[in-house]
C-alpha cells in the first residue's frame, strides 16, 4: 500500500508542475493594495524633572493635510506603553472628527482641546518635535496592528536607557 500512495502523490506532483506557468505582465495573484496614503506617526518618550514620562506623539494626516502633536504623561513605562497604544488607537479612529474640530474649524481649539483631554490626552503646543524618534505609518481608519507595537516600543525603551545614560555621564 505504501507504494501506491508515493505513485499517488507523485501523480499529483506532476500534474501540480504541469499547471504551473510562469506569471505575465497584468497578473494579479495578489491581493491589490487598497490605499497607498499612510497616517504617519512620530513618537518620543523622556522623563520629566518630576519623573514621570512625557510621551509625545505627532501625527501627520495626508488625506487633509495637516498634523496634530499631542502629549500625556504617565508615572511608569509600562503605563505609558499600555496609553501610547490607546492613544495611537484614538487618534487613527478619530481623524475626521481631530479634522473638523482642529482645523476646518480652527477658532474653536477649545472644543479639540476638550475632545483630547476625554482620551487623556494633551495638545502639545511645542514647535520644535525631537528629531530622534520612533515612526510607524498606518492605514488611515483601521486598528492599529500588535506587531507594530512591539518595535515602537523596543525603540522608545532604547530612547529612555540612552538618556538614562547620558544624564549618568554627563553628571560625573
Given at each position: ?21 510562469t506569471p505575465q505582465i497584468g497578473d494579479t495573484n495578489m491581493p491589490a493594495r487598497t490605499?497607498?496614503?499612510?497616517n504617519d506617526y512620530r513618537c518620543t518618550i523622556d522623563r520629566n524633572q518630576s519623573g ?52 476646518d474649524r480652527a477658532e474653536d481649539m477649545g472644543f479639540s482641546a476638550e475632545f483630547l ?56
Amino acid at each position: 500500500m505504501g507504494s501506491g500512495a508515493s505513485a499517488q502523490n507523485s501523480e499529483q506532483k506532476q500534474s501540480w508542475l504541469c499547471s504551473a506557468r510562469t506569471p505575465q505582465i497584468g497578473d494579479t495573484n495578489m491581493p491589490a493594495r487598497t490605499s497607498a496614503v499612510r497616517n504617519d506617526y512620530r513618537c518620543t518618550i523622556d522623563r520629566n524633572q518630576s519623573g514621570k514620562y512625557c510621551v509625545r506623539i505627532q501625527v501627520h494626516y495626508p488625506r487633509h493635510a495637516w498634523t496634530l502633536s499631542i502629549f500625556f504623561l504617565a508615572s511608569s513605562f509600562d503605563r505609558a506603553m499600555k496609553k501610547l497604544e490607546e492613544a495611537l488607537d484614538f487618534l487613527q479612529r478619530q481623524e475626521e472628527k481631530l479634522w473638523f474640530w482642529g482645523v476646518d474649524r480652527a477658532e474653536d481649539m477649545g472644543f479639540s482641546a476638550e475632545f483630547l483631554k476625554e482620551a487623556g490626552l494633551r495638545l502639545d503646543r511645542r514647535t520644535e518635535f525631537p528629531g530622534k524618534a520612533t515612526n510607524v505609518s498606518l492605514t488611515p481608519e483601521r486598528e492599529v496592528p500588535a506587531f507594530v507595537l512591539g518595535p515602537m516600543r523596543r525603540g522608545l525603551a532604547e530612547s529612555v536607557e540612552m538618556s538614562r545614560s547620558a544624564a549618568a555621564g554627563g553628571g560625573s
